[in-house]
């Protein structure tokens, strides 16, 4: 039963342009989500977060989104750029419980010229 | 530079065999965790620890097992009964209700 879902596996744009990656959650006690990002061989390291008392957090050039109702995530990344070709992980916990993060299957983002 | 050291970075078992996977870090860090990466799945939690000498299952802890001897240290065994133990292993750490950092990972195979 996946609670995370990045129902797209990969995505290309090109540089300059906007990278909207997408996520959906079916645990309405999630509160807290983030998202990570992966180079091959490396570990994640974390990009943003977001409460689920706000419905935007912004950090230069990303962007989370959060829709409640929708049960839904997005993360912007304006303008895209070559080095942000990487695996994006968005990661949920429940009732405040950083120690139980739940992870979506990733999207793999490939930026080109 | 503060961080998290997994060794080694490739790791090769015969079967029947137990392996030890290393975790350290000098981040002060109270919590750390193991994953585990599948091809195109996302990390599934196999065991945290949120301070010494204590430490729970996560959701994937059969055929593991840990200790937490050591604030800075947290490392993984990986014994005989896992039975498909094949895979891209993660330590991370946080200080509180944070951002979890992570290591670079260890890539376990079997001969």
């Known amino acids: 039963d996946q609670q995370v879902k990045q129902n797209s596996p990969s995505l290309s744009v090109q540089e300059g342009r906007i990278s909207i990656l997408n996520c959906d959650y079916t645990?309405?006690?999630?509160?807290?989500f983030l998202w990570y990002k992966k180079y091959p061989a490396e570990g994640p390291t974390f990009l943003i977060s977001i409460s689920s008392i706000k419905d935007k957090n912004e950090d230069g050039r990303f962007t989370v989104f959060l829709n409640k109702s929708a049960k839904h995530l997005s993360l912007h990344i304006v303008p895209s750029q070559p080095g942000d070709s990487a695996v994006y992980f968005c990661?949920?916990?429940?009732?405040?419980?950083?120690?139980?993060?739940?992870f979506g299957t990733g999207t793999r983002l490939q930026v080109f010229p | 530079d503060g961080g998290i050291t997994q060794s080694p970075k490739y790791l090769f078992r015969k079967e029947g065999q137990n392996v030890t996977l290393s975790c350290e870090q000098n981040?002060?860090?109270?919590?750390m965790y193991w994953y585990r990466q599948d091809p195109g799945q996302g990390l599934r939690l196999i065991y945290y620890s949120q301070i010494v000498n204590d430490f729970q299952k996560g959701d994937i802890a059969e055929g593991y097992s840990v200790s937490r001897e050591k604030k800075e240290s947290f490392p993984l065994t990986v014994t005989s009964a896992q039975k498909n133990p094949t895979a891209f292993y993660l330590c991370?750490?946080?200080?509180?209700?944070?951002?979890?950092?992570f290591g670079d990972g260890t890539r376990l195979s079997i001969l």
């Open positions: 990661a949920a916990s429940a009732n405040g419980n950083t120690d139980k993060l739940i």
């Open positions: 645990n309405s006690m999630f509160d807290y």
């Open positions: 981040l002060n860090h109270d919590a």
């Open positions: 991370a750490s946080t200080a509180g209700p944070v951002a979890q950092h």
